[in-house]
Structures are given as structure tokens and as C-alpha cells.
């Protein structure tokens, strides 16, 4: 995918001065070597930090080797203030681990109390209000270690996207839309930028490319894509003068940013000016790693983008739409896969789901559009089924008091026919009836969420986590017999 960030991850081991250097380094090579093994590159500094000068030289030994992601490695008690200042000196995301003792047969010299330095390595980080990521349980083998710096990478590659990531908005949001409505002090704060741009801007650059050469290029890979599911072939040719524009836009307004995500319009007054809707082109970038939200929803857009990087794959942002009939319920549902009908929805939007995330494809026209203006300004949306399988429901928004909330649900998309029109599915989450009332509703989000294709709830908490969002505003879909604080407890 493009538009995607890259982690390059170095690991600094530290050392107590009245502990063996030795054991940190030993240990740090057995870390090194298992996470090669299993997961590919890391960096190992060769520098053993037991003062601040040895800081210095790691800082700059990671830095010239490319590192954006730092380990700390207390492979034993560790330094209390030069750990913790090469966190706060070095530019990018960093994680704090530690080492388990190895065997009880070597506990005088090679005894290393890591597990004692960890908990003095989290107090100075806090004294010095640094962020790092600290696994769950931090204190491991060399192998248990390697694990968790695999954890810690989608984690960086998303805060390091974040801090690089500009979001492009076209118009103001539709009327009667205020759900998508939120103050952009937030994202300044995540690192992020936003350029506004009125519809007309965008009305021009479309215009001006009119008769591109590379518009039959486009054309022929959207025949490809769709296939049998091109039904509306009269309206390819427009449909890739657009996504040139927007692929230029991109191109000449990214300036300083290295990433980009979209947050574009198409109605109300989209369709009846550029003569088509934009749901299929919004689908090919967010397919290719350029998410592009619907109804200038930015929070969805930021949102889409979190979910690209963590998950490597595309993503889409859907309605939590409709309930289920409990006709259908009772018919495809009950008794085959253990959900209530409480634990059921439709998601559905109008075409902006990824090919590749469909059972099945055809452009068709926006019936919702279409029921009070002509059909073929209405046409351009990417319709079918969503396929079968693991999904996480999530966003990261800004209240309308400039406060950062998150959610996250994960679930499935079950493998029943929707019967109905759009890019949809049948969504199961366990007591997501609870997580709707006491989360979504409770917590005013509004009725756009994202979606990724496969269960990354572990990542995002800790992504929303790292980026600053309180532990108290992270939503999830409590359990059963663990009561939300707004629930009625007679209930």
C-alpha cells in the first residue's frame, strides 16, 4: 500500500553502574537475536548506557542508523535518569522492557532486578510527563521480549504516521450533519495538520482536468476492477478524471506532510455539479492507503488512517445504520452463531467500501440520491456485501468541547445475505445493544464508525492510549456482568 509509514526500530540496552554491563549486553544480544528469528530487522545499539554521556552516544548511533522507534532495554536494575532522558531526547515513539532472570541457578552475579528498575523507570517517566509504551506485562525472556517489540511496531508505525499525516477536507460539512462536527484543536495536538478547502477549489481542479491522457489509463484498471459489476460504464471516464484530481491535489498539497488522508463531500449540491457521486473513486484511494472519509467527516478520516497502518490493509467507515429484522434474526442468525439479536446491526454506507472488501461489486446509482433528483447524477457508488470475518469497530474523535474519546468494538461480519442496497453488512458484537446505549449514545459519537478488516483492539487501545486519550474515555464492549457506570443496575 502507499502513503504508508515505515518503522525502523532500534533497541538501546541500559545498565545500572554497581550491576555487570556485561549482563545487559549479553541479554540484549539473546533479544536481538530472537526477534531477527522471528520477525525480521531490528537495529542493535552498540552502545551500553549506564550515564548520560553513554546517552548521548546512543542518541546519536540510533539516529544515524534511521531509527523512528526506540527500545529501552533494562537488561538489568538500569539508570533511572539517563533511561528515561534518551525517551524524552529522542524524536519518535519509544517502549520501556524488561528482562526476566534467566535461571535460578546463576542468582548472585547474574542477577539482574529488572524487574525493580521498571517500576523506578515508569515513576522518573512520569516525573518528566514523557509517554512510552509499556507492555502488559513488561518483564521477559529474550523470546517473550521479542514478542513484545512485535506489538510495540504497529503501535510506532502509527504514532510515527500521526506526527506526519496531513488531512485534506473539501467543503463544509452537509446540513443537518453536525454529528461529524468537531473542533480541530485535537488534531493539532496528535501532531496532525488539516488544510480546509472550499467545494468550489475543487469544482475548478476537476474542471481543469478535462480531457487528461491519463484518463483512459484509470478508466481501463476500473473495467478491471469491477468486471461483470460494470454496470454503469458511461460514467467511468468521469469518475477517473476525479480520482486524478484528487491524486494531484494530494501530490501539490501535501507540502512538509509525508502522509495524507481525505475528507471528502458528495452531496448535497456534489452530484448535481460534478454530475456524479464520488463513493467508488473513495474507495480505489482507500484501497491503495489514501483513506478518504464521507460527508467531511475528519475525525473519520483520522480515524481510517490509524486503522490503515495498524492493520497494513484497507479499511472502511461505515453507518451503525439499522438493526436487524427480527424476522431475518430468527431465519439466518439464531441458533448458528451465538449472538442475541441485540448483538446485531447493519453497517452500510453508500458505496465506499474497497472492492476487495466486498463478496461481490457493482456500480450502481445512490438510491438514497436518487429518490428526489434524476438517477444519473446519482451514480458512482461501489455496491455489495461485505465479506465474512473478523472486524474491529472503532474511532478516535474530539468532543465539542476539545476532548479526545475513543471507542472500540470488535466482532464479525457474519456471512448472512443483507437483502438491501449499498456497501453493507451484518454486524455481530457481543452486547454491542449495551456498548450502543452506554457507549455510543452516552458518550454522543456520532453514527460514523470505522472499520477494519480483522480483530486489532489490543493495538488501537494502545495507539489511542499512546496519543493521549484518557484510559476513562476508551470505550469497549463490556462483558457481561461488567456494568457500564451509566447503566441502570435494576435493569
Known amino acids: 500500500m502507499k502513503n504508508m509509514p515505515e518503522e525502523k526500530i532500534g533497541i538501546v540496552a541500559v545498565s545500572r553502574d554497581c550491576f555487570p554491563m556485561t549482563l545487559s549486553v549479553t541479554r540484549r544480544n539473546a533479544v536481538v537475536k530472537a526477534y531477527q528469528e522471528k520477525y525480521g530487522d531490528i537495529y542493535e545499539c552498540p552502545v551500553c548506557v549506564e550515564n548520560e554521556t553513554h546517552m548521548r552516544k546512543a542518541l546519536a548511533d540510533i539516529r544515524e542508523a534511521g531509527c523512528n522507534a526506540l527500545v529501552v532495554y533494562l537488561g538489568n536494575f538500569g539508570p533511572e535518569t539517563p533511561e528515561t532522558l534518551l525517551v524524552k531526547e529522542f524524536e519518535g515513539p519509544a517502549m520501556v522492557v524488561a528482562a526476566a532472570e534467566e535461571t535460578g541457578d546463576n542468582l548472585i552475579q547474574g542477577r539482574g532486578d529488572a524487574y525493580c528498575g521498571m517500576l523506578n523507570a515508569s515513576y522518573n517517566l512520569k516525573l518528566r510527563n514523557l509517554k512510552a509504551y509499556i507492555p502488559e506485562y513488561p518483564v521477559g525472556t529474550a523470546s517473550e521480549c521479542a514478542d513484545m517489540i512485535d506489538a510495540f511496531a504497529p503501535v510506532a508505525r502509527a504514532v510515527i504516521g500521526l506526527r506526519s499525516l496531513k488531512i485534506i477536507s473539501f467543503g463544509p460539512r452537509p446540513e443537518n450533519f453536525l454529528a461529524c462536527n468537531a473542533p480541530i484543536k485535537q488534531l493539532y495536538n496528535l501532531g496532525v495538520e488539516i488544510e480546509e478547502n472550499s467545494e468550489l477549489d475543487l469544482y475548478e481542479a476537476f474542471h481543469k482536468h478535462a480531457g487528461d491522457g491519463r484518463i483512459p489509463g484509470v478508466v481501463a484498471q476500473m473495467e478491471e476492477e469491477l468486471g461483470a459489476g460494470n454496470k454503469k460504464p458511461e460514467i467511468l471516464a468521469k469518475l477517473a478524471q476525479y480520482e486524478i484530481t484528487l491524486l494531484d491535489w494530494v501530490e501539490a498539497h501535501k507540502g512538509s506532510r509525508e502522509y495524507v488522508a481525505i475528507a471528502g463531500k458528495c452531496w448535497p449540491a456534489f452530484q448535481t455539479q460534478f454530475g456524479f457521486v464520488p463513493c467508488y473513486v473513495n474507495s480505489r484511494l482507500t484501497q491503495h492507503g489514501i483513506p478518504v472519509s464521507c460527508e467531511v467527516d475528519i475525525y473519520g478520516a483520522l480515524s481510517e488512517f490509524i486503522g490503515t497502518v495498524v492493520s497494513q490493509d484497507a479499511v472502511t467507515l461505515l453507518d451503525i445504520n439499522n438493526s436487524v429484522p427480527a424476522d431475518m434474526y430468527e431465519s439466518e442468525i439464531k441458533g448458528k452463531y451465538g449472538y442475541t439479536l441485540k448483538d446485531t446491526?447493519?453497517?452500510?454506507?453508500?458505496?465506499?467500501?474497497?472492492?476487495?472488501?466486498?463478496?461481490?461489486?457493482?456500480?450502481?446509482?445512490?438510491?438514497?440520491?436518487?429518490?428526489?433528483?434524476?438517477?444519473?447524477?446519482?451514480?458512482?457508488?461501489?455496491?455489495?456485501?461485505?465479506?465474512?470475518?473478523?472486524?474491529?469497530?472503532?474511532?478516535?474523535?474530539?468532543?465539542?468541547?476539545?476532548?479526545?474519546?475513543?471507542?472500540?468494538?470488535?466482532?464479525?461480519?457474519?456471512?448472512?445475505?443483507?437483502?438491501?442496497?449499498?456497501a453493507i453488512g451484518v454486524f455481530a458484537i457481543p452486547e454491542m445493544g449495551r456498548f450502543y446505549r452506554h457507549v455510543l449514545i452516552e458518550k454522543n459519537y456520532p453514527h460514523h464508525g470505522a472499520v477494519a478488516f480483522g480483530h486489532f483492539g489490543k493495538t488501537l487501545y494502545e495507539v489511542f492510549q499512546y496519543v493521549g486519550v484518557p484510559v476513562e474515555e476508551i470505550g469497549f464492549n463490556q462483558p457481561k456482568g461488567m456494568r457500564y457506570p451509566t447503566e441502570n443496575p435494576f435493569c
Open 345 to 422: 446491526f447493519m453497517g452500510f454506507h453508500c458505496g465506499n467500501t474497497a472492492s476487495g472488501k466486498l463478496s461481490f461489486c457493482e456500480m450502481k446509482y445512490q438510491l438514497i440520491m436518487a429518490r428526489s433528483l434524476p438517477e444519473e447524477v446519482t451514480q458512482g457508488t461501489l455496491e455489495g456485501d461485505i465479506v465474512p470475518g473478523d472486524i474491529t469497530f472503532y474511532r478516535l474523535q474530539s468532543t465539542a468541547d476539545a476532548k479526545l474519546r475513543a471507542y472500540i468494538a470488535q466482532g464479525e461480519v457474519l456471512p448472512v445475505a443483507t437483502r438491501s442496497f449499498g
